[in-house]
């Protein structure tokens, strides 16, 4: 089973679950980013209230560490993870009036490295219109901001290309981080209309690996982030046809060794599928327990 280290806890062992539906009585809510080119994701787990949470995730080895907590709001699909898993991005804010005097904004982007919130780079934003964050590779960041950087926080060894939310016809304002990591949107039929301007029309997400297809419904207007509903995941085979299982979950994905991975409440789970036992499910880590606490940065996290 895994371990949590860092502000640790101990070894858990628990049987193979069939039912999940228990876990999303837990206090919390987390989604995942996985990094497309190393065996690492970024847990962020949302709760109590507007408290965040870190947690750098070996999914080769399935160790965790446990990171910095954050009172605020941050927006998940505004984040992203570096290919190589060094740095995240994400965008966050507390809304108050002595962060604007400061310079910093109610509203920022920021740069870490995780599972830590430390900024090493640091952009004002001022408002929620803007905040897209991406790493095309791992040394280029693009930022949903005009504004330059702080002047505590420079970019360091990124090459920054700045975007404005003005402009409604570019198309990194309409990414996903989930689309870099094979996940491909399926349209709704040509007759059915939009509801509005940034409704994007989706049907589903799919992704593919090996000889299944994972599907994620949506709703319409709905994102594929974080959500306080549950969302409804389908298992095909590679034919995208033949439906296997389905099971809800706040958010599911094959990582970087193919396995089917999802995250119920505090929990961070493995799933498994035969034709003998169906669809099973083996916990790997549980946050559910945590309590917010200052954390100082580690100190090879507060450096470029």
């Not at 290309?161 to 491909?184: M, Q």
């Not at 207007?221 to 969302?231: A, D, N, P, T, W």
């Amino acid at each position: 089973m895994a371990e949590i280290s860092r502000r640790k806890q101990t070894r858990m062992t628990m049987d193979w679950l069939t039912d999940l539906t228990p876990l999303f009585s837990d206090p919390c809510r987390q989604f995942v980013l996985l990094a497309r080119q190393a065996p690492v994701g970024v847990v962020m787990r949302t709760g109590p209230s507007k408290w965040w949470h870190l947690a750098l995730w070996d999914t080769r080895r399935d160790r965790f560490t446990s990171g910095q907590w954050f009172h605020g709001s941050v927006y998940p699909r505004k984040c992203d993870l570096a290919p190589d898993g060094t740095l995240f991005s994400y965008f966050a804010g507390k809304f108050r009036c002595k962060d604007q005097e400061s310079g910093y904004g109610l509203t920022w982007i920021a740069v870490s490295r995780p599972p830590d919130f430390t900024a090493l780079a640091l952009w004002p934003v001022g408002d929620t219109w803007g905040g897209q964050t991406a790493f095309m590779d791992d040394g280029t960041f693009h930022a949903g901001t005009l504004k330059a950087h702080h002047p505590d926080h420079p970019p360091g060894p990124l090459h920054a290309v700045l975007h404005s939310y003005l402009n409604l016809d570019d198309p990194f304002l309409r990414s996903f981080p989930w689309e870099r990591t094979g996940w491909k949107s399926i349209s709704q039929p040509d007759h059915v209309k939009k509801t509005s301007y940034f409704d994007p029309r989706l049907a589903a997400w799919r992704k593919k690996v090996g000889g299944l297809c994972l599907q994620r419904a949506t709703d319409r207007g709905e994102e594929m982030f974080l959500s306080r509903r549950r969302s409804r995941y389908t298992i095909f085979k590679g034919d995208e046809r033949t439906e296997l299982a389905g099971f809800e979950a706040h958010w599911a994905d094959f990582d970087q060794r193919g396995r089917l991975v999802a995250a119920v409440g505090g929990r961070i789970l493995e799933g498994k599928i035969d034709r003998h036992h169906g669809l099973r499910w083996r916990q790997l880590a549980a946050f559910q327990d945590q309590k917010p606490e200052r954390m100082e940065p580690l100190e090879w996290a507060a450096r470029w």
